[in-house]
Protein backbone atom coordinates (compact mmCIF):
# COMPACT_ATOMS: atom_id res chain seq x y z
CA UNK A 1 0.00 0.00 0.00
CA UNK A 2 1.36 3.33 -1.18
CA UNK A 3 2.47 6.00 1.79
CA UNK A 4 -0.46 7.85 3.23
CA UNK A 5 -3.19 5.42 1.23
CA UNK A 6 -6.31 4.38 3.27
CA UNK A 7 -7.15 0.31 3.85
CA UNK A 8 -10.80 -0.35 2.50
CA UNK A 9 -12.95 0.10 5.39
CA UNK A 10 -15.56 -2.71 6.37
CA UNK A 11 -18.95 -1.43 4.34
CA UNK A 12 -20.95 -3.06 7.00
CA UNK A 13 -19.39 -0.18 9.88
CA UNK A 14 -20.63 2.40 7.36
CA UNK A 15 -23.39 4.56 7.98
CA UNK A 16 -26.70 3.72 6.33
CA UNK A 17 -28.40 6.26 4.49
CA UNK A 18 -27.68 10.05 3.02
CA UNK A 19 -24.58 11.81 4.51
CA UNK A 20 -25.21 15.40 5.44
CA UNK A 21 -22.80 15.97 2.71
CA UNK A 22 -24.83 17.51 -0.79
CA UNK A 23 -21.33 18.13 -2.98
CA UNK A 24 -17.79 18.75 -2.83
CA UNK A 25 -14.96 19.53 -4.80
CA UNK A 26 -13.81 17.03 -6.69
CA UNK A 27 -9.93 18.34 -6.70
CA UNK A 28 -8.36 19.27 -3.18
CA UNK A 29 -7.46 22.43 -2.16
CA UNK A 30 -4.66 23.85 -1.21
CA UNK A 31 -6.33 27.96 0.23
CA UNK A 32 -9.64 26.75 2.25
CA UNK A 33 -7.56 25.09 5.29
CA UNK A 34 -4.38 27.08 5.80
CA UNK A 35 -1.37 25.35 5.71
CA UNK A 36 -2.94 21.76 4.31
CA UNK A 37 -3.84 20.22 1.28
CA UNK A 38 -7.35 19.88 1.66
CA UNK A 39 -10.71 18.38 0.48
CA UNK A 40 -13.67 20.64 0.85
CA UNK A 41 -17.39 19.44 1.33
CA UNK A 42 -20.58 21.23 1.31
CA UNK A 43 -23.79 20.73 3.49
CA UNK A 44 -26.68 22.46 2.30
CA UNK A 45 -29.18 24.45 3.96
CA UNK A 46 -28.71 28.35 5.25
CA UNK A 47 -30.59 30.48 7.55
CA UNK A 48 -29.33 33.65 6.37
CA UNK A 49 -30.67 35.24 3.00
CA UNK A 50 -27.55 36.75 2.27
CA UNK A 51 -27.51 38.57 -1.72
CA UNK A 52 -23.85 37.86 -2.32
CA UNK A 53 -23.60 34.19 -1.55
CA UNK A 54 -21.69 32.68 -4.19
CA UNK A 55 -23.60 29.41 -3.31
CA UNK A 56 -26.86 30.17 -3.40
CA UNK A 57 -28.07 26.24 -4.77
CA UNK A 58 -26.88 25.53 -1.03
CA UNK A 59 -29.20 27.99 0.99
CA UNK A 60 -32.56 27.31 1.78
CA UNK A 61 -34.02 24.10 2.36
CA UNK A 62 -31.69 21.08 2.86
CA UNK A 63 -31.48 18.96 -0.09
CA UNK A 64 -30.37 14.90 -0.67
CA UNK A 65 -27.15 14.41 0.57
CA UNK A 66 -24.49 11.89 -0.65
CA UNK A 67 -24.70 7.99 0.76
CA UNK A 68 -22.32 7.61 3.11
CA UNK A 69 -20.38 5.07 1.02
CA UNK A 70 -20.10 7.11 -2.11
CA UNK A 71 -18.64 9.39 0.47
CA UNK A 72 -15.78 6.50 2.21
CA UNK A 73 -15.28 6.28 -1.24
CA UNK A 74 -13.77 9.78 -1.82
CA UNK A 75 -12.31 9.81 1.65
CA UNK A 76 -9.91 6.86 -0.03
CA UNK A 77 -9.43 8.71 -2.89
CA UNK A 78 -8.29 11.68 -1.36
CA UNK A 79 -6.06 9.76 1.14
CA UNK A 80 -4.27 8.61 -1.85
CA UNK A 81 -3.45 12.04 -3.20
CA UNK A 82 -2.18 13.19 -0.13
CA UNK A 83 -5.39 15.12 1.42
CA UNK A 84 -4.69 15.77 4.87
CA UNK A 85 -7.55 17.55 6.12
CA UNK A 86 -11.27 18.36 5.29
CA UNK A 87 -13.28 21.57 5.21
CA UNK A 88 -17.21 21.65 5.97
CA UNK A 89 -18.93 24.34 4.36
CA UNK A 90 -22.13 25.35 3.24
CA UNK A 91 -24.70 26.18 3.41
CA UNK A 92 -24.52 26.21 6.95
CA UNK A 93 -22.98 23.35 8.18
CA UNK A 94 -24.23 23.47 11.93
CA UNK A 95 -27.77 22.81 10.88
CA UNK A 96 -26.76 19.37 9.68
CA UNK A 97 -28.29 17.12 12.74
CA UNK A 98 -25.77 14.80 12.11
CA UNK A 99 -22.43 17.35 11.89
CA UNK A 100 -21.28 15.36 15.06
CA UNK A 101 -21.45 12.29 12.86
CA UNK A 102 -19.92 13.63 9.86
CA UNK A 103 -17.07 15.32 11.72
CA UNK A 104 -16.11 12.04 13.78
CA UNK A 105 -16.13 10.24 9.83
CA UNK A 106 -13.75 11.98 8.64
CA UNK A 107 -11.59 12.09 11.82
CA UNK A 108 -11.45 8.39 11.13
CA UNK A 109 -9.33 8.78 8.27
CA UNK A 110 -7.08 10.80 9.94
CA UNK A 111 -7.68 14.39 8.19
CA UNK A 112 -7.56 17.56 10.50
CA UNK A 113 -11.14 18.99 10.34
CA UNK A 114 -11.84 22.76 9.27
CA UNK A 115 -15.32 24.13 9.83
CA UNK A 116 -16.82 27.22 8.67
CA UNK A 117 -19.98 28.45 10.27
CA UNK A 118 -21.56 32.06 10.04
CA UNK A 119 -22.22 31.69 14.12
CA UNK A 120 -25.68 31.92 14.14
CA UNK A 121 -25.91 28.63 16.20
CA UNK A 122 -23.45 29.14 19.41
CA UNK A 123 -25.11 25.57 21.35
CA UNK A 124 -23.93 24.07 17.99
CA UNK A 125 -20.63 25.55 17.98
CA UNK A 126 -19.97 25.00 21.46
CA UNK A 127 -19.90 21.18 20.94
CA UNK A 128 -18.52 21.39 17.78
CA UNK A 129 -15.60 23.17 19.31
CA UNK A 130 -13.14 20.34 21.27
CA UNK A 131 -14.22 18.07 18.25
CA UNK A 132 -12.20 20.35 15.25
CA UNK A 133 -9.03 21.51 14.34
CA UNK A 134 -9.86 25.01 12.75
CA UNK A 135 -13.31 26.77 12.54
CA UNK A 136 -13.66 30.02 10.07
CA UNK A 137 -16.67 32.08 11.11
CA UNK A 138 -17.84 34.66 9.21
CA UNK A 139 -18.87 38.38 10.25
CA UNK A 140 -21.35 39.60 7.84
CA UNK A 141 -20.99 43.34 9.24
CA UNK A 142 -21.21 44.52 12.41
CA UNK A 143 -24.05 43.95 14.81
CA UNK A 144 -26.56 46.72 13.55
CA UNK A 145 -25.91 45.68 9.73
CA UNK A 146 -27.13 41.84 10.10
CA UNK A 147 -30.54 42.38 9.70
CA UNK A 148 -30.69 44.22 6.51
CA UNK A 149 -27.02 42.64 4.78
CA UNK A 150 -28.46 38.88 5.41
CA UNK A 151 -31.86 39.35 6.84
CA UNK A 152 -30.95 37.79 10.69
CA UNK A 153 -32.28 39.23 13.56
CA UNK A 154 -30.34 37.51 16.66
CA UNK A 155 -27.73 39.27 16.45
CA UNK A 156 -26.85 38.40 20.50
CA UNK A 157 -26.11 35.10 18.96
CA UNK A 158 -23.36 36.09 16.72
CA UNK A 159 -22.24 37.48 19.71
CA UNK A 160 -22.14 34.56 21.53
CA UNK A 161 -20.94 32.62 18.94
CA UNK A 162 -17.50 35.06 18.63
CA UNK A 163 -16.70 34.68 22.38
CA UNK A 164 -17.30 31.19 22.21
CA UNK A 165 -14.41 30.61 19.68
CA UNK A 166 -12.00 33.41 20.95
CA UNK A 167 -12.55 31.76 24.12
CA UNK A 168 -11.57 28.55 22.88
CA UNK A 169 -8.09 26.82 22.20
CA UNK A 170 -8.84 26.00 18.14
CA UNK A 171 -7.28 27.66 15.77
CA UNK A 172 -9.59 30.29 14.10
CA UNK A 173 -10.33 33.37 11.63
CA UNK A 174 -13.07 35.93 11.19
CA UNK A 175 -14.14 36.86 7.88
CA UNK A 176 -16.17 39.41 6.42
CA UNK A 177 -16.78 40.04 2.50
CA UNK A 178 -16.28 43.70 2.01
CA UNK A 179 -19.49 45.23 -0.10
CA UNK A 180 -18.55 48.91 -1.14
CA UNK A 181 -20.77 51.08 -0.08
CA UNK A 182 -22.03 49.09 2.43
CA UNK A 183 -19.22 48.24 4.41
CA UNK A 184 -18.21 51.78 5.48
CA UNK A 185 -15.63 52.48 8.11
CA UNK A 186 -18.48 53.02 11.08
CA UNK A 187 -19.83 49.14 10.31
CA UNK A 188 -15.61 48.51 9.87
CA UNK A 189 -15.59 49.87 13.11
CA UNK A 190 -18.42 47.94 14.89
CA UNK A 191 -16.57 44.96 13.28
CA UNK A 192 -13.66 45.40 15.22
CA UNK A 193 -15.05 45.99 18.66
CA UNK A 194 -16.98 43.11 17.77
CA UNK A 195 -14.27 40.88 17.19
CA UNK A 196 -11.02 42.95 19.46
CA UNK A 197 -8.47 40.21 20.58
CA UNK A 198 -8.96 37.73 17.36
CA UNK A 199 -6.40 35.43 16.42
CA UNK A 200 -6.89 36.13 12.66
CA UNK A 201 -9.39 38.69 10.36
CA UNK A 202 -9.27 37.78 6.99
CA UNK A 203 -10.79 40.11 4.81
CA UNK A 204 -12.22 38.73 1.42
CA UNK A 205 -13.45 41.15 -1.85
CA UNK A 206 -17.04 41.17 -2.97
CA UNK A 207 -17.17 39.67 -6.25
CA UNK A 208 -20.19 40.30 -8.75
CA UNK A 209 -21.55 37.50 -10.62
CA UNK A 210 -24.28 36.91 -12.85
CA UNK A 211 -26.28 34.23 -10.60
CA UNK A 212 -25.91 36.03 -7.60
CA UNK A 213 -29.25 36.08 -5.07
CA UNK A 214 -30.32 39.85 -4.86
CA UNK A 215 -30.26 41.07 -8.55
CA UNK A 216 -28.72 44.54 -7.43
CA UNK A 217 -25.51 43.08 -6.50
CA UNK A 218 -25.25 41.69 -9.78
CA UNK A 219 -24.46 44.75 -10.97
CA UNK A 220 -21.96 46.09 -8.01
CA UNK A 221 -18.51 46.90 -8.45
CA UNK A 222 -15.98 44.65 -7.28
CA UNK A 223 -14.38 45.42 -3.95
CA UNK A 224 -11.30 47.82 -4.75
CA UNK A 225 -7.81 46.62 -3.70
CA UNK A 226 -7.52 50.02 -2.42
CA UNK A 227 -10.57 49.35 -0.06
CA UNK A 228 -9.44 46.17 1.28
CA UNK A 229 -6.01 48.28 2.39
CA UNK A 230 -7.76 51.01 4.18
CA UNK A 231 -9.70 48.48 6.09
CA UNK A 232 -6.62 46.37 6.70
CA UNK A 233 -5.05 49.24 8.50
CA UNK A 234 -7.83 49.91 10.48
CA UNK A 235 -8.42 46.35 11.44
CA UNK A 236 -4.79 45.85 12.39
CA UNK A 237 -4.86 47.65 16.25
CA UNK A 238 -7.78 44.93 17.12
CA UNK A 239 -6.46 41.72 15.96
CA UNK A 240 -3.08 39.19 15.81
CA UNK A 241 -3.40 39.08 12.31
CA UNK A 242 -4.97 40.67 8.94
CA UNK A 243 -4.91 38.60 5.97
CA UNK A 244 -6.12 40.34 2.67
CA UNK A 245 -7.38 37.64 0.42
CA UNK A 246 -7.74 38.10 -3.58
CA UNK A 247 -6.70 42.17 -3.72
Not at 154 to 167: C, D, P, Q
Not at 195 to 202: E, L, V
Not at 210 to 239: C, G, S, Y
Request: aromatic residues 10%; proline residues 9%; neutral net charge.
Amino acid sequence: MPPGATAPRNQAALPQGESPVYAFLEKPSMIDYPGFLCGVFFTSGCNFSCGFCHNAPLMGKKQKGIPWSRLDEICRKFKNEWVDAVCITGGEPTLAPDLFQLIEFFRSYGFKIKLDSNGALPDVLKDCLPLIDYIAMDIKAGLSGYPELVGFTRTEKIAESVKLIMSSNIDHEFRPTIIEPFHTDEQVQEMSELIRGAKRYCLQPFIPKDNLPDPRLRKTLRTTPARLRRIEQLMKPFVEEVVVRGA
